[in-house]
């Protein structure tokens, strides 16, 4: 019923926002006088503002054409070069990397959102690296016949994923992805692996939300299991592949998402509001920008999900040595050279200051000079892997850490 109730919503405001942006358009065209009046631009700014609001979100495309390298700018090839049911393995490339080039495994968080929330990740990286990247479907376009998905299976891809790439590759994991990464390399590396990364970058990464618990932590642990279970876990409707697969609803996760900063959600509404009035449309179309993206979501399996809650941020099986993977122990004292960057933002409100710092420690069996940690000041949860600061202050040393690594993998190759 959840389901079935959300789509009736969600078909009203379609109907809502169309009616809102004809209206909006009437009023700002110069050739019927209804905006000439006083209260004309403030009518045709607040329609406008509400049809983006409604407006349905599809998936977003990553729509990188070209990157700009010293200079110069070079065209993007994007291609799907392993098909999934739960996701697709993506790869870019550019006319300008040259074929020695680090090839990065960029894993993207399946936490509601689409791996196309990284774009600015993918575009900065691909300056100087071969990109791959983990695009996760959404469960409910997945039909049951493809079966049941979990952290296992999460983990099963990602090494599917690496051995596909092969050996010498990099990894960065995003968020929630750091936990499956990290174990996937601890398992690779036991098994010795030949395509175990070279490096795994964590950023914002929840691997023992002990550490400084945040909001986001709080709600895992105040409720049981099977609260998640019987609260939040809904079934796909019949109008979808993915009919009768029980699914956590992106449309729930959006709505968490939002009501941790409902303020400043309403204020960046608000302003945009008054950059129409003003006529300051390339500021307006910034906020749009923003919120095309944050605002299109996608199911989580439920299996997933639960056992994510249940293994991440109740038990924290991972930091304390009681993760299993297909009935084996997880070791991460096995992991042994692949060369850690741990990454955090000062100010990251869902994954709190040392939550991902805590996998430099857990790796006993790795040296020291194998391990960095690197604070971003003044930064939040997604300014780590995008915007400005991400551009200018932490991709440089992700790139510095990537390439000081790398060049082992080239002595050995020549």
Known sequence: ????????????????????????????????????????????????????????????????????????????????????????????????????????????????????????????????????????????????????????????????????????????????????????????????????????????????????????????????????????????????????RRVYPGFLQLAGFMSMNLGNHMLSHYHMFKHLVAGDGESADATKAFYDEYRAVCDLNAAYYLQTVEEVFQKHSLPKGEFVHRGRRVDLGKIKDTALLAVEGERDDISGIGQTKAALHLTTGLPDAKKKYHLAPEVGHYGIFNGSKWRGQIAPVLEDWIARHDQARLKVVA
């Open 1 to 244: 019923m959840l389901y079935t109730a959300y789509e009736l919503q969600r078909s009203w405001f379609n109907a809502a926002s169309t009616w809102a942006s004809i209206g909006a358009e009437m009023l700002n065209n110069p050739a019927l006088p209804f905006g000439y009046g006083a209260g004309g631009s403030v009518m045709a700014s607040a329609l406008e503002v509400f049809a983006h609001a409604s407006a349905p979100y599809g998936k977003p495309a990553f729509d990188i054409e070209t990157v700009e390298v010293d200079g110069a700018s070079h065209p993007v090839t994007e291609a799907i070069v392993l098909h999934k049911p739960f996701g697709n393995l993506l790869r870019f490339t550019h006319t300008g990397l040259p074929k020695d080039a680090p090839r990065l495994l960029i894993v993207a968080p399946m936490s509601g959102h689409f791996a196309t929330l990284l774009r600015g990740t993918v575009a900065r990286m691909l300056e100087r690296c071969e990109v791959y990247v983990t695009d996760w479907a959404d469960a409910r376009m997945v039909p049951l016949s493809a079966g049941e998905f979990d952290l296992d299976d999460y983990i099963d891809y990602l090494v599917e994923f690496f051995e596909h790439i092969g050996p010498g590759a990099h990894a960065l994991a995003v968020c929630q992805p750091s936990v499956p990464t990290f174990a996937a390399t601890a398992i690779m590396a036991e098994d010795k692996h030949p395509c175990r990364p070279l490096t795994l970058t964590m950023m914002g990464g929840p691997v023992d939300t002990r550490e400084a618990p945040t909001s986001v932590n709080d709600l895992a642990m105040q409720r049981p299991i099977e609260w998640f279970r019987h609260t939040v876990i809904a079934t796909v409707p019949l109008q979808y592949p993915g009919a009768g």
